[in-house]
């Protein structure tokens, strides 16, 4: 579905018209620059590259100067493809921006998770934790518990649940509602959480009706 890409700019609440407080989110969404189209008879699928934030010719590696030198377009830092959108009405150096959104809409947004490093299987799963605090059990509060049998088939298991590294993966949150969308300062709110940390790159997606 065709859509923008965006940056997190944080968390509030607003309140609706029956003055019931709601929690949501406030992204800057676009402007977001076009970069070139990818066409069926070329490249076996219709989509549209798009290109957020700004990004220094210095800091640009050459294959990717080249790309955008050949387009005309300035170097972007985040850039992403899009299906869904009209391709007659689009070219290179278009500019999108976040007017194609309107209130009440559902929208799916991507994003980087907050990384929480290495943690144990009480914060990354919600375990309760082995037994209680007395009988000297001094080490063994926050611990897994067993994780299968010792002598068949002397292995774990493919998808056990253990202490390992949290967060800092794509996660995608779906049927967000837009609550406001204020085109001169290219916002859009959207009702509850999105993933990520303040300032974090998000891809805004359309859902279909």
Known sequence: MPGLLGKKLGMTSIFDA??????????EAGPCTVLQKRS??????????LGFAKKSEKNVNKPMAGQFKA???QPMQFIREFRGFDMNTLNS?????VDMFAA????????T???????GVMKRHGFGGVGGATHGQHNRLRAP????????PSRVFRGMR????????????????????IPESNIIIVKGAVPGSRKGLLEIHKQAK
């Open 18 to 27: 029956d003055g019931k407080l709601i929690p949501c989110t406030v992204i």
């Open 40 to 49: 069926k008879d070329k490249d076996g699928y219709e989509a549209v590259q």
């Open 104 to 111: 009440g809409e559902k929208v799916t947004v991507s994003g």
């Open 162 to 181: 253990m202490a390992g590294r949290t967060g800092g993966r794509r996660t995608t949150y779906k049927n967000l509602t837009v609550l406001r969308v």
């Open 113 to 119: 998770s907050k990384g929480k490093g290495f943690q």
């Open 93 to 97: 150096g278009d500019t999108v921006t």
């Open 71 to 73: 387009h005309k377009v």
């Open 145 to 152: 518990g067993s994780i299968g049998s010792s002598s068949y």
